[in-house]
């Protein structure tokens, strides 16, 4: 037995992946710590406590949707430029949403809420396709899932260790200021402990495939050679763009992860507002504490830390589509008992705190099934010259989410004669709409292999 093989047995479940994958998921957990801060009670701050409407606060975050869309289109080609690279988008990445969380800690009018939130969704934008893109350079198509399911790992334990550090901060300071400086802080970290820690991985992967290649510049592994990869990376920004929108399987895919996404945003908006203000039965005289908000938070983060990888491992017995259907279909389960709970029946505290429980374990569920194996799949289809600009149009979906998600969610609260809670029976009634995409997808890419 080898020295690698002793060390590893025993500790077979955690992945076999590269140095500079476990840094990048430092990074991470530390940029997470720093959302995790603010996701629960941003909404809950803007309106109860500076008196925003909650449509106002659904625009004004959804606004970073709207910035990230022109971010991500940017960042796609310049992710793939060697004068640029990927390690240079993450460092931009993390400065640019830090000094948005300092605006954001000052927005007392509606201006400035939106300049902040429009500055975060630049610097977001930018951060996913390039960490995206890094992980898959330095992994193989066999460890890449695992690789994204550790990138998840990272995420949630930030989300939850920075839910709990902000709730009991809350319950004994109440300085929603301060929550999001410290954000700030936590984005600018990341920022320095990526760039310093992990070097440019575009030039690492146009160097790996300098191997023997036929007449056409196609290597026996097909991947492609260095001569065609200098001839694809001189090619216009676009013709590239109009490459990854030909490919219809593609397409299909985006069409179905902007629902996720849009399901995704109601975390950190709609519902935290919905739990402190709409729930007749809560803990509080009209739904539930800040405290008690983030304990829900803080339980579906734990879910999914514990429970990330060993999943992620097991399904791989079953095809993308069928666990990419099931994540919907939990999706679709937690919505119903959400809308549930909003409703006046005869309901106790605890049959509420249980209700809420099980909805934000389905919600974790949907999560960790979903997540790894989506990216997984942009991945599988994303061709090595352009993995940029796939990563970047898949984190487009992350930015239509985000715009529509808030907005609809909080103008939907603000409104309950017309709609109210029962925009989450709207979300449960369109999970049907993407399973059927996800399972056309499937046909597509079956058709075509």
């Known amino acids: 037995m080898t020295q690698s093989s002793s060390v590893r047995q025993g500790w077979e479940w955690v ?52 910035s990230g869309i022109v971010g991500r289109f940017w960042a796609g080609s310049a992710i793939d430029s060697p004068k640029v690279g990927r390690r240079n988008i993450l460092f931009l990445s993390t400065i640019i949403a830090a000094i948005a969380c300092c605006c954001l800690a000052f927005a007392t009018t509606f201006p400035l809420l939106v300049a902040g939130n429009l500055l975060l969704g630049v610097g977001l934008s930018l951060f996913w396709p390039a960490t995206m893109a890094v992980t898959t350079d330095l992994t193989t198509e066999k ?109 299909i895919y985006i069409l179905a992860n902007i629902f996720v996404t849009t399901y995704t945003a109601q975390l950190s908006s709609t519902l935290p507002l919905y739990l402190a203000n709409f729930i007749p039965s809560g803990n509080a005289n009209i739904g539930f504490s800040e405290q008690w908000i983030s304990y829900f938070f803080v339980w579906h983060s734990l879910l999914k830390i514990s429970l990330q990888l060993p999943i992620t491992r097991w399904v791989k017995r079953f095809t993308d589509a069928n666990v990419l259907m099931s994540a919907l279909g939990c999706w679709m389960v937690s919505f119903g008992f959400i809308w549930l709970v909003g409703n006046d029946l005869p309901f106790n505290v605890l049959s509420v705190v249980a209700l809420m429980l099980i909805a934000f374990t389905l919600v974790g569920m949907g999560e960790m099934l979903y997540g790894p194996t989506a990216s997984g799949v942009v991945g599988q289809m994303a061709p090595a010259h352009l993995r940029g600009i796939y990563f970047s149009l898949d984190s487009q979906c992350w930015a239509l989410g985000y715009m529509l998600g808030p907005a609809f969610g909080g103008w939907s609260l603000d409104h309950p004669d017309v709609i109210g809670s029962n925009v989450w029976l709207v979300f449960a009634g369109s999970v049907t709409v993407a399973i059927a995409l996800i399972n056309y997808l499937e046909n597509l890419r079956s058709s075509l292999a």
């Open 15 to 66: 992945p076999d992946l590269p140095k500079e994958v476990w840094i990048l998921s430092v990074g991470q957990l530390l940029l997470f710590i720093g959302q995790g801060f603010t996701m629960v009670y941003a909404s809950i701050y803007f309106v109860n406590e500076l008196g925003f409407s909650a449509t106002q606060v659904g625009l004004a975050l959804g606004s970073s949707g709207l």
């Open 143 to 251: 460890n890449c899932t695992e690789a994204f399911a550790l990138a998840r790992l990272s995420d949630n334990l930030g989300l939850g260790l920075g839910a709990f550090l902000a709730g009991q901060y809350m319950a004994i300071s109440g300085s929603y200021q301060a929550l999001f400086l410290g954000k700030s802080a936590a984005y600018l970290i990341c920022g320095i402990v990526v760039y310093v820690s992990i070097a440019e991985t575009l030039h690492a992967q146009i160097s790996s495939t300098s191997f023997q290649s036929d007449s056409k510049g196609s290597l026996a592994d097909g991947t492609t050679s260095i001569n065609s990869f200098e001839g694809q990376a001189a090619e216009t920004a676009l013709k590239k763009w109009g490459q990854v929108i030909q490919d219809s399987p593609f397409l």
